[in-house]
Structure formats: structure tokens, C-alpha cells
């Protein structure tokens, strides 16, 4: 008898056991964009896996991701224009809805109240709430010549406000939403030629558009808007022997770091070190090819770099006190991506021809692991969740 | 007929000093290169051909446009306009063998 209690007190034991391990907080856990087959999966970093899938999303090329304030909820902004509210803990799709021609990336509020979301098609911004994703406002970007232009490099800023860049037209908005039903739209025009995507510094202040149709970047201090954009690094250049350019940078997750500045330079095998109080530049560090990403480790010590097509197998590293690169890797074809966890001591690395996952450690750089992901793409972690501009 | 005939002889010339064949592509190079198509094209014309920075590639899109126009596109690129081009790493015919996949429409 006391045998048979103390084996059903050891069942129970595990079953509540069990049932405990299904509450878990969100601080750990991340997505994998699968860009073909229109599905995310759902990670975790404290283990290093996968714990589901969820399909259904659509054209996922190019697919970016937001985080709710409370870290549960992922909203997906595809290529076809849907977006798409993801439960990255019940592994659920809560809602999707098409939302535009071809979007390109998207942003949350200060408060996690409002989505926006840039299209190329029909050029614009459109906010949504982010609880029922319904629609409450259009911002066609209609550009001084009067032709919609596609949206690029939309951040969020402090105050229920986004910045977002047209790149044909070539200027640089600032939607206010605190008023939803009444949207104030500052614009700036002349900002430079084809600003083709844009950042705001980790502490909200400076709004930075990179350019393709001429030398340099557009830099706007939203502290002081009333100055307007400045041009920065305009003799950098990409040189008397322009280079083609088979896949456009990416200028989300730059790193800051002692001062410094390190961006992608299009068209150049090089990073760019600019001065972040001066925003001269600093230095140039030679690196493999033309750099996509350049992504700052959290602490901000080392700043690993990607690559462009044809060149996409390798990760380099660079240490930004001696402003070097003191490590490459070839992970295989197609690095698309490569996202820290939260306080940096691993980076995951999308290898997409390889359908896998890579888990590195950002110190010893030795590969601790590997996940099967079909195609993968961008990875986003929930602690983007808390980051102004991500 | 001239142009034709020019054309037959660049890309004659073109196949002695590259790497493109006077062959019909193999399989394997046709999947490699509707691969490096849905994704590194689709990096800019979206991984359906239907647009992104650069404008769609649909057989709609594409309808009533000229191959020899279409080709240089995509030979020498528009670098002012963003379109690199893919000399040295598509050979003529190579491209004009994706020009007439995505005419037809690229299986999904």
C-alpha cells in the first residue's frame, strides 16, 4: 500500500512537473524566417532549439520582424505585403492580413500600441493597431514630384513617432501618431539620391539614411529637427571604380561602440568607423567583400560582418579596439543573417543554401551547434522587443 | 537579320572566352541557376518576380518586351538605377535562358 502511494506521489510529481514546463517566460526565445516556404521557426536560445513551426506567412523573402512590448507576440512584415501577428509561444498564427502590394519592413510604437508598416507598393506607410491589426492610418509618401515613392528605412522613435525614408524621391519623413486619427507629418526633402535604407542610433537621437545614387549618408539629428539633414561621409565614396552592387547593405544592427560608429559602405569591401559625436569619419577597415550586415555585439566589442552575392559564405569579425578583423569564417553559401543573444555570448547565423543554422561562441568562435531550417533568413530575438529602432 | 547575325556572332565570341558553352545547359546548371534566380535576383525583384526595389519580373510584366533590350539589362546592368550587372557571372546565353523561364513564368 505505501509502496503503491509513494508511486503515484512520483507520478504525480512528474506530471505537475510537466505541466510547470509549459510556463516559460519569453526573454530566451527568438524566430527563424524560412524564406521560401512562407513558415518561421520558433527558437529558443537557452538550449539552443527549435521549439515549432508556423506556416501559412506568405512570401517571406526579405521578411522582417517586431516584437510586442511584452515579447509574446511577433509581427511579420512579408514581401507580399502581409503582415502577420505571430503567438511565438502557443507556436499560433493570431492574425494576418494583406496589407499592401510589397512591403519591405515595418516598425512598433514607443508604447507597442501601433505597427507601421513600409510598402514599395503602393508607396506609403500604413500603421495598424497592434492588437486587432486594423488599419488606422494611411500615409501615402507622395514625394515633391508628386509620384508615390517606395518606403525604406522606417524606425521608431521616441513619442509615438516613426521616420521612415523615400527613396525615389529621395527625402527623409517623420510621422507623429500621438494623435492617431490625425497623423503630423514633418518632411524633408532634398536629402539625397536614393536613400535605400536607414537606422536610428540605440538611444533614439540620431536618424541616419544610407544613399545609392551618390557618395555619403544623411544624418538627422531628431533632437534638433528644426536643422534639418546633414550630409556625412560624402567623400567616402565608392570611388572613381564604382563597384556593382548585387544586394543592397543593410544599416539595422550597426554597431556603436567607444564613440564609434562602424557601417556597411556600399559598393566597397570596406566598414566604415565614423566618429559619433564629430560623425567624421574615423577610419576604414578592409574586409573580404561588400559588407550587408555589420552588427554590433551587445557589450559592443566585436562587430560581425556578412557579405554579398557572390560572396556570401563568409562571417568576418572585427575587434573594435584595434579596428581589425581578427576572424573569418565560412560557414557556406548564402549567410543571410546573424542575430546575438540578448547579452551576446553566442550569435546565430542564418546559412541559407545549407538549410541550417549555425550557433557560434563570440569568443572562443567555436560553432557549439546546428539546427535544420529550411532556407533560412533573417533571425529575431525577443529581446528586440526593448530596443528603440529594431 | 544583321542584328541577328551580329548577335549570333557575339555571343559565338563570347562563349570562346568565358565559360558559357555552346551547349545546351545542363540540369545542374539550370537549377543552380534558378536558384541563384528566386534568390539573389529575388533579393531585389522579390523571390515571386514580383518586385521589390527593382520592378516585377512577371511573364505579365514582361509581355511585349524585347529580348535583346532585356538581356542587356541584365548584361551590363543600370548601375545609376540600381541594377548590377551580371557580366562575368551569367554568360549571354545563360541569360537569356532566365529571361525566357521568367517569360514563361518560374515554377513556385
Known amino acids: 500500500m505505501k509502496q503503491q502511494i509513494t508511486k503515484i ?289 551587445p557589450d559592443g566589442r566585436q562587430v560581425w560582418v556578412n557579405f554579398a552575392f557572390p560572396k556570401n559564405d563568409t562571417l568576418q569579425v572585427i575587434d573594435v579596439q584595434s579596428m581589425k578583423v581578427v576572424k573569418s569564417l565560412k560557414p557556406g553559401k548564402g549567410v543571410m543573417h546573424m542575430e546575438f543573444t540578448p547579452r551576446g555570448e553566442h550569435i546565430w547565423v542564418s546559412v541559407r543554401d545549407g538549410d541550417r543554422v549555425e550557433v557560434y561562441h563570440t569568443d572562443s568562435f567555436t560553432k557549439l551547434t546546428e539546427l535544420t531550417v529550411e532556407k533560412p533568413s533573417g533571425i529575431f530575438f525577443t529581446s528586440r522587443a526593448h530596443r528603440i529602432g529594431l | 537579320m544583321l542584328r541577328i547575325f551580329l548577335l549570333l556572332i557575339f555571343a559565338l565570341s563570347f562563349s570562346n572566352s568565358t565559360k558559357s558553352h555552346a551547349e545546351e545547359l545542363t540540369s545542374q546548371r539550370q537549377a543552380a541557376l534558378i536558384h541563384m534566380l528566386k534568390h539573389d535576383c529575388g533579393s531585389c525583384h522579390g523571390l515571386t518576380m514580383k518586385g521589390g526595389l527593382g520592378p516585377p519580373l512577371t511573364p505579365d510584366a514582361l509581355a511585349g518586351k524585347d529580348m535583346d533590350i532585356l538581356s542587356d539589362t541584365v548584361f551590363y546592368g543600370l548601375p545609376e538605377r540600381a541594377m548590377p550587372p551580371w557580366e562575368g557571372m551569367l554568360s549571354r546565353e545563360e541569360i537569356v535562358w532566365l529571361i525566357k523561364q521568367l517569360k514563361k513564368g518560374i515554377p513556385q
Open chain 1, 9 to 297: 506521489l512520483f507520478i504525480l510529481t512528474f506530471v505537475l512537473m510537466g505541466c510547470s514546463g509549459s510556463i516559460r517566460g519569453v526573454g530566451d526565445m527568438g524566430l527563424v524566417i524560412e524564406r521560401a516556404s512562407g513558415r518561421i521557426q520558433v527558437v529558443e536560445t537557452t538550449n539552443k532549439t527549435i521549439l515549432g513551426g508556423v506556416k501559412g506567412l506568405g512570401d517571406l523573402s526579405h521578411a522582417s520582424a517586431v516584437y510586442s512590448r511584452d515579447g509574446r507576440y511577433a509581427y511579420l512584415f512579408g514581401r507580399d505585403g502581409g503582415l502577420s501577428k505571430v503567438d511565438i509561444l502557443t507556436q499560433t498564427l493570431v492574425k494576418r492580413v494583406i496589407q499592401g502590394g510589397n512591403s519591405i519592413g515595418g516598425a512598433i510604437s514607443q508604447d507597442g500600441t501601433l505597427v507601421a508598416v513600409s510598402n514599395y507598393t503602393p508607396g506609403g506607410v500604413r500603421v495598424f493597431d497592434s492588437t486587432t491589426l486594423e488599419l488606422v492610418a494611411d500615409i501615402p509618401a507622395k514625394g515633391e514630384d508628386g509620384e508615390l515613392s517606395k518606403v525604406v528605412g522606417l524606425v521608431d522613435i521616441p513619442g509615438q513617432k516613426f521616420v521612415f525614408s523615400l527613396f525615389d524621391a529621395g527625402e527623409i519623413w517623420i510621422a507623429d501618431l500621438s494623435e492617431v486619427a490625425k497623423p503630423k507629418i514633418t518632411k524633408f526633402r532634398e536629402i539625397g539620391e536614393k536613400p535605400y535604407d536607414g537606422l536610428v542610433t540605440p538611444d533614439g537621437r540620431f536618424y541616419i539614411a544610407g544613399l545609392f545614387g551618390e557618395d555619403g549618408l544623411a544624418l538627422l539629428d531628431l533632437w534638433n529637427i528644426e536643422k534639418g539633414p546633414r550630409k556625412i561621409l560624402q567623400d567616402y565614396g565608392r570611388g572613381a571604380k564604382k563597384l556593382p552592387v548585387y544586394k543592397m547593405p543593410h544599416l539595422e544592427g550597426w554597431a556603436i561602440a567607444g564613440g564609434m560608429a562602424f557601417l556597411p559602405a556600399i559598393g566597397r569591401h570596406e566598414i566604415l568607423v565614423v566618429d559619433t559625436n564629430s560623425w567624421e569619419e574615423k577610419g576604414r577597415i578592409p574586409v573580404h567583400s561588400q559588407p550587408v550586415f555589420a552588427m554590433g555585439r
